[in-house]
């Protein structure tokens, strides 16, 4: 998938002034935005909620540059392994303290070579932070690695917290208490599996937001996120926060009171093979399943034109991305039965279902529709493309949980869908 569709209503219980010094917005979320675990150095959380509430160094700009942010410039020593960053002065944390050298390090040394944050270089390979002086930190890393900077603008776990923010204050090893940041939002208010509310950081450094107040609503049905935007609940929902089958679209465009707005991504939805699977370990039969998918089917009838057919892993959107490196496989149900025969696999029971050795080709598709409910109707489409070279699919729809335990803990799947990432992270994050 390709664009990203938010729905706004046009006209809400609030406005935005022109002065932009009022107004207010409800935006529906899928999950508890998990306030009271959001600390800067996890995984905790509403990963949209981070940039929102924390800032980095430097930020990820259109097309991978990197851009100032609490650092207003940078050296990178002649080897490639020291960075010396130049803090931008006068800046606070939304409680008041004050941002410099000493507060970086504080949250550097708490992400810093921990095993968590093992597919992070900047953070397994950064051996001191030296501060210079009250506003010019300089890191210290054991090798040279091109990405540095772009890992350093991730939403998570990189991003700068105040001391104030564990308990005791300072301590490296303190108590997480709440959110406290550099960013143009602060926490209100959290009410967990109910609601989260953004105001204004009064101290932020930067173009005070233009609206005064968010107001993140948990709704996990993605049925009912529709409903609730219609009756005028929400005044957003979409994108990833907050997901909207797409089967619902083209109804919701024909609703005069709502507002469609798309907008290009860089994410992909992809299937996961388990190599521990028999069948999947000849290169034949995953090269096969990959023949059958008919993705342009897929993105003209299912989902009305949202969306393109996926080349390769990664949209053209994504840094590095060519047509050279970025090849796939064309829908081909010849060459699909091809490799299948080929690998000795034939129908011959009659039964419409491959066997071979007396086994009969079926394997399970796990998803989830909770985050992605076009996730469902996605699996069904493949599991009849499947069906027409012999291959016999039984969907396994898990509650979220369910899902990320089976994807990343257990890997119990056969065959799972996934996606790419949304931002820096793409694409060498990913690929880590």
Known sequence: ????????????????????????ITAAVAQDAGFDQLDAASYKGLIQAYPMIYDSLVEYGEK??????????????????????????????????????????????????????????????????EIVDSHTIKLHFNTNYYPILTELTYPRPVRIISPSAVTPAGDLNGKFVKPIGTGPWMVESYSKDQQAVLVRNPNYWGDMPKLSKIVLKVIPDPQTRVLALQSGEVDLAGGRMSNIPLESLPLIAKDSKLKLHRTEGSTSYYLIFNYNHEFFQDVRIRKAVNHVINKKSMVDHLFGGVGKPAQGLFQFTVPYVTERNNQGYPYDLN????????????DNDGDGVLDKNGKPFK????????EYPEWKPMCEAIQGDLAKVGIQVNLKMLERTAYYDELWKSKGYELIIYRTYSDSWNPHGFLA
């Open 335 to 346: 060459k699909a039965r091809e490799l299948l025969a080929e690998a000795g696999w034939k």
């Open 363 to 370: 394997i399970s598709l796990t998803f989830q529709n909770l």
């Open 1 to 24: 998938m390709l664009l990203a569709a938010f729905l706004t209503g046009c006209t809400t219980k609030t406005g935005v002034s022109e002065k932009g010094k009022g107004g207010e």
């Open 64 to 129: 991978g540059r990197i851009i100032p942010s609490l650092a207003t410039s940078w050296e990178i020593s002649p080897d490639g392994k020291a960075y010396t960053f130049h803090l931008r002065k006068g800046v606070k944390f939304s409680d008041g303290m004050p941002f410099n050298a000493e507060a970086v390090r504080f949250s550097l040394e708490r992400w810093r070579q921990k095993p968590e944050h093992s597919s992070i270089t900047a953070s397994k390979a950064l051996e001191n932070i």
